[in-house]
Every structure is written in C-alpha cells, then in structure tokens.
C-alpha cells in the first residue's frame, strides 16, 4: 500500500510544464478579470482569495493527475483525460467554496469564465506540444532485418498464347492500352513471373510468397490505400533484388481540375476547399488522422507527385520510369536497398533535417516546411532529371508547395534556424548548412575547409550573389580562406555588412 501511495504522489515532474501552467493560470485570471463585464471597480481585489485557492488547488491536483509527466510517456488521449479530471474536481470544489461562503459575494459565471479560459489554453498548449512533437520525430512502423542478396526462386517462362490473351484482355478492363503499352516496355507482362493485383488490402501482400516474383504490379490506386508506407515495405521485402514494382495514383493536380470542371464556377471552388481542407489537411494533421481513416477507411485521400516518389525512394526503391494518363500516374520502381527501418514519417509546421556541420558532424536543422512530404529522399532523383539553375538550386525543383516559394522568398522558412543559433550549432554568418548529397558535390578542399567553421544563418552567397555550383563554391572558398587568414570575426564582420547592404539596397533574394 505504501509502494502504491509513494508511485501516486512521488514522481520525476517536467519542471517546464509546471511553469507553462502557472502562466496558463496567470494568463487566464488577466482575461477574465481584465474584460469579463463585472459589477466592481477592483476585481482583482475581490477576487483575490478565489484566485488563490483556485491556482493552489490546480496545481495540487494537477500534480496528482500526473499532468506533469513528459509528452514522451503519454498519448494525447491521456493528457486530456487528465486535463479535464482536473478541471471539473477543481470547479465542483470552488462552486462548494463560493455555495459555502456567500459573503464574499463571488460570481459563480465568474468561476465558469475563470474554469473555460484555463481549460482553453491547456488544450491549445498541448495540442502545441504534441504538434512540435509529431512533426520532429517518427513513429517505427516496421522494423527490418538484414537479408543477404536474393535471387528470384524460380525461372521466369512466358505465358501460352491463350493464357496471354485472357491476361490482356483482364488487364484492358482495369486499364488502357496506352497503360499496357508503357508497361511492355519497362516490364515482361507476359511472364510466369510477373504478379498482377488489384487490391488495396495489405494482408494480400503479407501472403505473398518471398521471391516467388521479379515484378508486382497493383493496379489500385494508392489513395485507397491506408498504410502506402506498409505496402511498400511488404512488397520490398517480398521482392529479390533489382525487382521491380508497378503501382499507380492519382495526384492531387488532377483531383483538382476534376473537381473544378465538376461544378460550376464559384461553388467549384468553395467545394475543392472543402475537399482538400478533409482529404488533404486532415489526414496529415496528429489531432485528426486517425479520425480521418475512421471516416474514410483511408480511402479518397490526395496525395501529391513528390510525396510518392518520396515514399518509393524511402522504401527502398529507385524511379525507373513514370507515365501519366488519363490523370493517372503509373511508376516503375526498382528494388536498390532494405532500409533498416520502415516508419510513418510526421509532419508539421517544423521540420527538421541532417545537415553537415563543424568537424564533419551532423546536427538536427530546424525549417519551417516549405516542400511537400518525403521530399528529402527525392534529392538524388531531382537532381539527376533537372541538375541546378542559377543560385545552385534544382531547377523546376516540384517538391516546393506553392506557399512554400513565397516563404522562401522571404525567409520566413529559416526563422527556426535561430534555435540551431542558440543551440551553438550555427552561427550568424558562415557558410550554407547543406546535406551530405550537396556536400558530395563539392571540391574535397572545399569539404575540407567547410567542416572547419559552423555554418551559418546568413550565407557569403548574399554578399557575392553567385549563380553557378562553380561560383557557389568559389564564394564559399573566398570566404572560409579569410576566416582562416583575418580571423572568423573580422571576416564575418566585413560579410554582414556587405550582406545587409545586398538584402536592403539590392534587394537580394533567396529563390
């Protein structure tokens, strides 16, 4: 019994969340009393005690719920529980104390406001929390294990003449003959080991035989398809090596033009704002996923170009080939690698990256999100189909949202990174934080000199406004052999005056 009382009451607290609810509280008795209608000149005086007992009594309690226990142990569900326990024993207690004590003359609306307010705040912060939470990390979904190479079991035949004949005429009522004619010239159809599906099941794929096939073909779309990461995984393990994979998807530029055409003008719009805001935002959001795939069964959902691609190159494939028709996107992907793991990738508002830093190491670079999800896989892919346009970014690079050029237009994407300043990983001036794909681009003295210095927030690319990857480094390399010659200070002086005078008088601008 003792055991039991000591685990209740005896705890390790998160000290920050005991600090963000004494503000909560702070902020919410400022409102209520500041600019609730009252029937006294000084509220704060009146309700002096009230507020007193009230904020001892939140936290006591709050203490005993357990609200003080890290994100990191409790789902969202169990906080708020906790949450609203707290708040309801904590009213019923004050509404006995003003029932009790009627001269004090205390406003039981008053107490309502006061309980609303505080409840308000809590669900806002939390959803915050877990927000920041959700979009900072990854939740595993199917762990690996190492494979040696594989070779598919059996030798591939072709089908007979009748055989081939029902397969294509089977295939001709779930497709086109344009599709068929794509596919004959990335795959065998005809082969004894080529497998066709349509189904958006995952247990049809967790029955498949291992290395019975060198190409799996599903011709379901993706957006039906609840759990695509899973999918990909089953089928990249079912698959022998350099395999290939056929699946399809309608991307979210032709749901919208499909939908626009549907109706008339104006309400066209209004319903793809609906659509999207429901199977657009919601499925990506923590609060409402998991409500979403109640709902829809994962069905209907949109998904974006980038964001398979992405999801094929995370799973272990590489694009061989893609075809649009009819607005449907057929990809042919080859089986390169196992990842080690296979997990639900999360994102919000701030993302955050691997990125080269001092000495070699790699450090977490905080972003606001401007591209859409999975783009940082497609890096190689982008690279190899479009190279780089003038300031040394991709050219027609399709992983940036619409909203996402206008951030960085104006750098509202790299306000995070003054938590990388704060942490000691970057400093004011110095050289681009890049990826170890950019860095591989580089001259092997310029990586040399590069990892001695942080990088920086502001660039010298805005100081000598470089157009080519060749420029770019020769910028780079000007200003790192000042640091190493004049002193970083001196030189990162001299860079952010020259800067300064680029962005205001120049106008400089990242694109």
Not at 122 to 144: G, Q, T
Not at 362 to 369: L, N
Not at 405 to 421: A, G, S, V, Y
Request: charged share 25%; proline share 4%.
């Amino acid at each position: 019994m003792t055991k039991q009382i000591r685990r209740i009451f005896v705890y390790r607290i998160k000290w920050s969340y005991l600090l963000l609810d004494i503000c909560l509280l702070a902020l919410s008795f400022f409102v209520v009393l500041q600019f609730f209608p009252l029937n006294t000149p000084v509220p704060f005086q009146k309700y002096r005690s009230l507020i007193l007992v009230y904020s001892v009594l939140w936290l006591v309690l709050s203490y005993c719920a357990h609200r003080y226990i890290s994100i990191k142990y409790l789902k969202l569900r169990s906080h708020f529980l906790r949450l609203m326990v707290t708040a309801v024993v904590v009213f019923a207690v004050l509404w006995v104390y003003i029932l009790v004590f009627p001269q004090k003359n205390l406003s039981l609306n008053v107490l309502l406001c006061i309980t609303f307010s505080v409840l308000i705040t809590n669900i806002v912060s939390l959803s915050v929390l877990y927000a920041y939470k959700y979009a900072l990390n990854m939740e595993p979904e199917l762990e690996r294990k190492h494979r040696s190479k594989q070779s598919v079991l059996h030798v591939p035949n072709t089908l007979d003449a009748t055989a081939a004949a029902e397969l294509q005429e089977k295939l001709l009522e779930q497709t086109s003959r344009k599709v068929l004619e794509f596919l004959g010239k990335h795959i065998n159809i005809y082969s004894t080991n080529t497998c066709f599906l349509k189904t958006n099941d995952l247990e049809t794929f967790r029955k498949l035989e291992y290395y019975r096939y060198d190409t799996i073909v599903n011709l379901e779309l993706l957006n039906h398809v609840r759990g695509i990461n899973k999918m990909f995984g089953m089928v990249n393990d079912k698959l022998p090596d350099e395999s290939l994979w056929v699946c399809c998807f309608e991307p979210k530029s032709t749901r919208k033009h499909r939908i626009l055409r549907k109706y008339p003008p104006v309400i066209n719009y209004i319903v793809y704002t609906v659509d999207f805001l429901f199977m657009r935002v919601m499925p990506n959001m923590f609060v409402t996923s998991r409500l979403f795939f109640d709902i829809t069964g994962g069905r209907h959902r949109v998904l974006s170009k980038t964001e398979v691609l992405g999801r094929l190159c995370y799973c272990g494939f590489e694009i061989a080939a893609e075809f649009k028709q009819n607005g449907i996107i057929y990809v042919v992907a080859r089986r390169s690698f196992t990842p080690k793991t296979i997990q639900r990738r999360a994102y919000g508002a701030v993302i955050r990256l691997k990125r080269i830093g001092k000495n070699g190491k790699e450090f977490d670079f905080y972003k606001m999100r401007t591209m859409y999800p999975y783009s940082e896989y497609l890096q190689a892919y982008i690279y190899e189909k479009n190279r780089l346009q003038e300031g040394g970014k991709f050219n027609h690079d399709i992983r940036i949202t619409s909203l996402g050029h206008f951030m960085r237009r104006f750098w509202i994407d790299e306000w995070p990174m003054f938590i990388n300043l704060m942490k000691g990983d970057m400093k004011l001036v110095g050289v681009r934080p890049i990826s170890k794909q950019y860095f591989s681009l580089y001259s092997k003295e310029l990586q040399e000199k590069r990892i001695k210095f942080k990088p920086g927030l502001l660039p010298p690319f805005y100081a000598d406004m470089p157009k080519t990857l060749e420029e770019i480094q020769a910028s780079e390399m000007k200003y790192l052999t000042a640091c190493e010659q004049k002193g970083v200070f001196l030189t990162d002086m001299a860079y952010l005056c020259r800067i300064l005078y680029n962005i205001v008088f120049r106008c400089a601008r990242s694109k």
